[in-house]
Structures are given as structure tokens and as C-alpha cells.
């Protein structure tokens, strides 16, 4: 009993922490769902050369997508004419850090780490998509003939007709809470368990600091699926363990960047050559960005990263239990909506679709989240016939509305960004 109150109490340090900052950067979040939508960032990411590479890992940074949250947004920008070199500076610099994250990061880990994660995910979005501009060229005119004119409803918020602020408390607190609350509450709860059951340090010996350290942390970060905000009490689980600051920093890059199924839809969506591109540059750039924190720690004799975010050592303020009771209420929240079912409506191509001929249902396989059924609403809806679309996360269903609907081309449409459908016959 003792230890389970230990427990509970290092964990609820960690979620009081946390919360302040999540909230804000839930807000935040909310704001960019409706100021960067996917049609705008497709209009940025065309063209050859530098420029569209830096766009896209400068836009992926503040951007809350996971590893498999970016996946179908990822699909739907090459659908739309993005270039490989755009495509995987986008895959690599979006999943580890997001506005929510990097707040919670400088809550827990300090302002340093708040500094690193960032600055990290744009020079790896930089270099992987460099690298693969430059060893895996584009077939002239494949860009071009994947491209497809946008439609520019925007589908991903909710019905327009809402308020834009409801719009954004629905996705910051309902939506982003909802996606990734699961692994934020195993990651707090980790953190907990090794805080209080764990000496400090007991693996210092053989976590420390250097390569073997870095590669121990790239060993669990790169086949688990951890989103960038989980993956923050983990590393300072780590950390607590006796991990330097770099080699906890390996594990907060590998871990959201990549996870042992998305790697398999990134060989099928950017091609073998452009995916081991991918792989060697998310693993060099962990790794240069370990050793070049550990440096500075070293060099400029700063406090642990623990002390610095002040995780540990000092109780929480009212402000802080305050925050921590409305984040488990919009956890919980959350949690409740998308278990009784999350949906996604593919706004009308016109005002009028009761003169619709047809109505088709789909059953659709490997959507996880709201981005995935944001992206199915937004590519049915775009197909030929096709009046208004619905997605249900919970069913797996998509239900289709229009004329002339072609079975076969909904459902190529749909495996072309990496999903299973099938007509459903119930």
C-alpha cells in the first residue's frame, strides 16, 4: 500500500508538472488546426529544389502529429504533388516535437531540452529530405502526375459553419486529448513507477553517457510507438535510471520518429532507397544530437536536466494541482467521445445532396486516430461522384454519398494511402 501511494504521489508530481503547460499547448494546438490546414501546407510543399525541404520540416515542427498520425497526412501530401525530398523532411521533423510537447518538455526537462527538440527535428527533416532529393531522384513528371487538384473545404476542423473558437477547443481539448491520452497516461505512469520504486541512478554504470548508452536508447526507441508528448516522462524515467541527458535525447528522437509499423507504410509510401534514407538519418541524427548535448551539459557545467524542469524535489503549487484536475478531466473527457465513436465529415462539393443516387458503406482498416479519418473524409470526399463523406474511427466504416459511385476506385483511393477498405456487406 505504501508503495502504491508512492506510486500515485510521483506520478501526480509529474502530471501537476505537465499540466499548466499541456493545457496552453492544447490551446495552441487548437489555433493551428485552423491557421495551417492540410490544403495550405500542400500549396507550400510543392516545386524542386531547397526551399520546399526547409518548408516542410519548419512546418512540421509545431505541428501535434505522432508517428502514425502523420502517416496519412504524409500520404496525402504526395497525393497532392509533394516531392520525396518534401515528403520525408515532413516524415521526420513532425513526429518528434509538436506545440504541446515542446511546452511540456520545458516543463519537465527545462528549457535546454525545450531548445534541442526542435532545433533536432529541423535539422534531421533537413538532411533526410536533402539526402533523398539527391540519391533518390523523382521521375520526371511522377510529382506532377500524382498531383490532384485540392479541394479547399476544410474538412479536417468539423463543419464550418461552427465558430472558429469552438473549433478550436474541439480539437485542442476533445480531438488532440483524445489521440493521444492513452500513451500520455502509460508514459506518466512509467515515470511514476520508476521514481519511486527505482534507486536514482542504479544504471548510471551502463546508461550513462557515450555510444553504447545512445544505442541502448535507440534499441527501445525505434520499434515502439510513443507519441513526442509520452515519450517525455519515459526519458526522464531514463534519466532517473542514469541516462545523460544525450542518450535520453536519442530515446525522444527515435521513439516518435519511427515505430516498427509505420516503418513498413514509409517503405511503401516514399520507396525502399528513400525509406533506409529515412532510417539512417533519423539513427545518425539521434545520435549527433546526443553527443552534442552531452557537450554542452558538460561544457557549460548545467544542472540535470530533472533539477532544471524541476520534476522532482519540490511539491506542486495550487496552480499546478489545479491544472493537473482539468487535464484528467479533458483526459477523461476524451476518452469517453472517442470510445463512443469519433467521426469525420467530408463537407458537400454543393449545398444540395438530397438529389444524391447512392449511398456506400466501406469498411476501412488502419485508422488510429482523427488525423487518419480526417485524411479518408478529405480523400473520399475528392472522388470522382462523390457529394459528402463520413468516417467513424470506433466502427471503422466510411459511409459515401453521390452518384455514380465506382466501388473499386474508393477503394484504390484509399490503399494509395496505405489503408485496407472493402465494400461493407452488413
Known amino acids: 500500500m505504501e508503495k502504491a501511494l508512492a506510486v500515485l504521489t510521483e506520478s501526480w508530481l509529474v502530471l501537476g508538472q505537465m499540466a ?5 499547448g492544447f490551446f495552441v494546438a487548437g489555433l493551428l488546426s485552423i491557421v495551417i490546414s492540410p490544403e495550405w501546407i500542400e500549396r507550400h510543399l510543392g516545386g524542386k529544389g531547397l526551399v520546399p525541404i526547409v518548408k516542410s520540416a519548419l512546418f512540421g515542427v509545431p505541428l501535434p502529429l505522432c508517428s502514425c498520425g502523420v502517416i496519412p497526412v504524409t500520404a496525402s501530401l ?33 528549457p535546454v531540452y525545450a531548445i534541442f527538440r526542435p532545433l533536432a527535428a529541423f535539422a534531421t527533416g533537413v538532411l533526410g529530405g536533402t539526402l533523398v532529393s539527391v540519391f533518390d531522384r523523382e521521375r520526371p513528371g511522377a510529382a506532377d502526375d500524382a498531383s490532384k487538384p485540392a479541394d479547399t473545404a476544410e474538412c479536417h476542423t468539423g463543419d464550418k459553419r461552427e465558430h472558429t473558437i469552438i473549433r478550436i477547443l474541439r480539437y485542442g481539448f476533445i480531438t488532440l486529448p483524445g489521440d493521444i491520452s492513452k500513451e500520455l497516461l502509460v508514459g506518466i505512469a ?25 544505442l541502448v536508447m535507440m534499441a527501445f526507441g525505434i520499434p515502439i510507438y510513443v507519441c513526442s508528448t509520452a515519450s517525455i516522462p519515459i526519458a526522464m524515467g531514463f534519466m532517473h535510471l542514469g541516462a545523460s541527458p544525450g542518450a535520453a535525447l536519442v530515446f525522444l ?9 509505420a516503418i513498413t507504410v514509409v517503405w511503401r509510401l516514399i520507396g525502399r532507397r528513400s525509406a533506409i534514407i529515412y532510417l539512417a538519418t533519423v539513427a545518425i541524427g539521434a545520435l549527433a544530437a546526443g553527443f552534442l548535448l552531452d557537450y554542452v551539459f558538460v561544457r557549460f557545467a548545467l544542472p540535470n536536466p ?10 506542486p503549487g495550487w496552480l499546478s494541482h489545479l491544472a493537473a484536475v482539468v487535464l484528467l478531466a479533458v483526459i477523461v473527457t476524451a476518452l469517453f467521445r472517442k470510445r463512443d465513436g469519433d467521426h469525420a465529415e467530408g463537407l458537400s462539393d454543393t449545398a444540395d445532396t438530397a ?21 479518408v473524409a478529405r480523400a473520399l470526399r475528392e472522388s470522382p461522384g462523390v457529394t459528402s463523406a463520413s468516417v467513424n474511427l470506433s466502427s471503422g466504416q466510411a459511409t459515401v454519398t453521390g452518384s455514380l459511385l465506382d466501388p473499386g476506385a474508393l477503394i484504390e483511393t484509399l490503399e494509395a494511402l496505405n489503408y485496407e477498405a472493402t465494400v461493407d456487406q452488413d
Open 20 to 24: 499548466p503547460y499541456l493545457l496552453f
Open 78 to 110: 504526395r497525393r497532392h504533388g509533394a516531392g520525396r525530398g518534401a515528403t520525408t523532411a515532413f516524415l521526420l521533423s513532425t513526429p518528434q516535437t509538436g506545440v504541446d510537447s515542446l511546452l511540456a518538455t520545458y516543463a519537465l526537462l527545462g
Open 190 to 214: 512509467i515515470a511514476g513507477v520508476i521514481s519511486a520504486l527505482v534507486t536514482e541512478n542504479v544504471l548510471a554504470g551502463y546508461l550513462g553517457g557515450g555510444l553504447f548508452a545512445m
Open 253 to 261: 528522437i527515435t521513439g516518435p520518429a519511427t515505430n516498427a509499423a
Open 306 to 315: 530533472l533539477e532544471a524542469g524541476h520534476a522532482h524535489g519540490e511539491s
Open 355 to 375: 438529389n444524391a443516387e447512392a449511398t456506400l458503406t466501406l469498411r476501412v482498416k488502419g485508422m488510429t486516430c482523427s488525423h487518419c479519418t480526417n485524411t
